[in-house]
């Protein structure tokens, strides 16, 4: 695949002047998220600058010279919490919204600690990790995808760089749960399929971004229907305090901007998001020749959220995101193969036309009770288009002397898979929190989600293979199955989803903290349901300082609603069960020093009742069949150990280490078995991150002291008085694969036209192979210019550094040879963005 450098060059000429913004926020209880009057805040790096919450806990501290602050939050009887990475411009001001932790030891010989790492509200007590906006935006190598952000995260893997799909602790990329602002999203990503939540790069706009939670297991009741993890994503209120500002950009992520401000007099605040595809920008400004990119990926996306306040206790929120994708993937026979001197053949080319569209809207009302709790109520309703075709070419080839391809002739065309489905939804959510006394508080609530309109049209072409049963020769037996086509329709009401939960949380000692909960789900379609208890304890061995945790719970998920049709249309997977997974996390964190953090935990999955196609079953004992039947038969187990370092920024440096050891496997399902069990596709023993970054500062004042002939160059390059270089260096074990082999007793139809010179037949050792270890490194350099009115942002982004040939996978040809994709090589972007 060929990559696109982008040049930018973009001398600044900027004077020594003093630019100052503002900080703004809100501090709340982090259990029942009441707002908190008088509460202190004040800037780590000057103590002077500061500001107490007003009745609505509401602070604004003004003057602030631009550039990167921790700000500090204290209030008597709550745990001081110190937000790092606080950016300060002169654009707009920077808006925070801080929650605090209850104290759970009042005593004078106890050091209180400031929490920098804001276990307030966090997801669970372990397996659980936050980021910020700022955190979110400076991300190395993540190209301002929050997907791939959190893959710098212990037990995330991911399988090509082609896609930021989530490989967690050992589970399917179909198995983690994305929620936005209290809505289910089935996935937030462009390009999307129907089985999986990845995709080559996220919808979400991560400068609307207030925060994230993430959660790699155990996670509590209010999160189901998936058995790997959990994630909560958080969008920020527009600027109240302005009618309208906003920010313009180009960058990988697309070309666009925000837009937000006030209205009703602070009363409410509304926030917009649109993007381009950047390539398709700039193939409309160059030419797709001049790139040399033959597939441009083309795609939009746009999201909001509007928030009014009815009163003091009562919020509405409009929130959206709509997203349409579109590309044409045009196969390619290969220009030069030695081996092909002066030889004509045929083969098959795939063309892959896509287009995908979808949107989640959400409106919700909460309300706070008082002190003592709140409550949110939220009307949902998602949609998704797919629409795919797969042309076969059926090519003829002619190769020169020297192996290089002369002609090529089209000899036939066919459809080998159609797909137009859509799929919409609409469902009402509840969640309450209830904090019955200081130290023990109640969760409850409630999912319903029915179909709207499943119009799923899925056709495929026929299959046809001949095989030499006796080797002798002869083939004696051709197996042609007919042409697929699986349908399947559902209308509102036919198909719903119903879960109830409640979660009990208190503290037996000051020390310890006990948390149990209960979840139940019903599919009306299959008829199946299902009960999963959940439970944790957290013992403080240290008050703030260190942590032992444990976690136990029961998870269950229901297919995707495609595997419950058939190409029959009988019905035979349509009471398929629930997949199945039991956590068991045990972990330990400590806190080494101010904004330091490290982490172990020890975790083990257990699967069960998961979906195995008859075919698979039998492909020891019966080459021959073909079926598109499923049984609950298959198992998996996964288990690992996991430390995470991590250093917030507290004066100018910030890092994060996170490594993972892990053993994932699959129980054997084939009839007979071979082996008890082998390794699974998603068994990644060894995976190492290490992210680092640092600010710099003053480089552009100092330059400007230099001598004349030497100060002129460095108007060359974008130096700044406020800049950041980061790097991410990334490691994991290689993709896991069957071994194959080339046979000449087994035959495929080819075009319908001739039969192939054999089969590539995969080896009874499932899994049993793997790629060469991943690796790359990347590089980030953002530099900020703040004008009175104005900043100026400018990304450097170098990713795969050394050039690192990952392999992506091996393509299986007909005609017995092999050829090697490789993943992204040393790919060069640059972006500027300018906020006002």
Known sequence: MKRLIIPLFIPLFVSAQTHKGIIAGQVIDAQTESPLAGAIVFLVEKPKLGNATDVEGNFTIYGIEVGEYSLHVSLLGYEPVVVTNVVVSTGHSTKLKVKLQERAIESSSVEVRADYFRKAGSLAPLSTTGFDAAEIRRSPGASQDMQRIVQNLPGVGNSNDQNNELIVRGGAPNENLTVMDYVEIPSTNHYPNQYNSGGPINMVNVDLIEDIQFSTGGFPVQYGDKLSSAMNVTIREGDRRRTLSGELGAHFAGTGGVLEGGFANGKGAWIFSARQSFLEVLDKIVGISTLGITAIPKYFDSQFKLVYDLNPTNKLLFSGIYGDDLIFLEGKTREAVPDKANVSDS????????HSRQY???????????????SVLTLQTISSLYDVDVNQNFTARQYDASGLLQRTTLIDRRTSYRNLSTERSAGVNFDAVWQVAPQHELLFGARYQTSWEFDSNVRFDADTIRYDMDRNGSFDSTVVSIPGANSMRLGIGDAYK??????????????????VGVRYDYFSYSGKSS????????????????????????????????LYGDNRGIGYNRNLDNSHARHFVLGIEHILDEGLKASVEFYRKEYSQLPVNERFQYSTSNRLLRSDKYFNVGGRTSSGLEVFLQQKQVSDLYATVSYSYSKTEDRDPRLPPITAAFPSPYD??????????????????????????????TYLVPLSDDMEISVRFRFQSGNRYTPRHFVTTEQVRIGGRTWSQGYWVESDDINSARYPDYHRLDFQWISRYHFTNYNIEIVFLLENLYNRANVFTENYLSDGTKQTTYQFSFFPVAGVVVQF
């Open 347 to 354: 083969v098959n080319v795939q063309n892959v036309d896509f």
């Open 684 to 713: 990644y023993p060894h995976i190492f991150t290490l992210a680092a970054g640092k600010i710099v500062k003053d480089v552009r004042t100092d330059a400007d002291r230099l001598p004349i002939w030497l100060r002129i160059p």
């Open 531 to 562: 009960f999963g208890p959940r439970a944790s304890l957290a013992y403080e061995l240290s008050p703030a300082v260190t942590t032992l945790s444990l976690s136990y719970g029961e998870y269950y998920q229901t297919q995707s609603y495609p």
């Open 498 to 515: 119903l879960a109830l939960f409640a979660r009990d949380k208190f503290r037996i000692l000051p020390e310890l903290s006990l948390t």
């Open 360 to 374: 989640a809207f959400g409106f919700s009302w909460k309300s706070l009770w008082g002190s003592s709790g709140y």
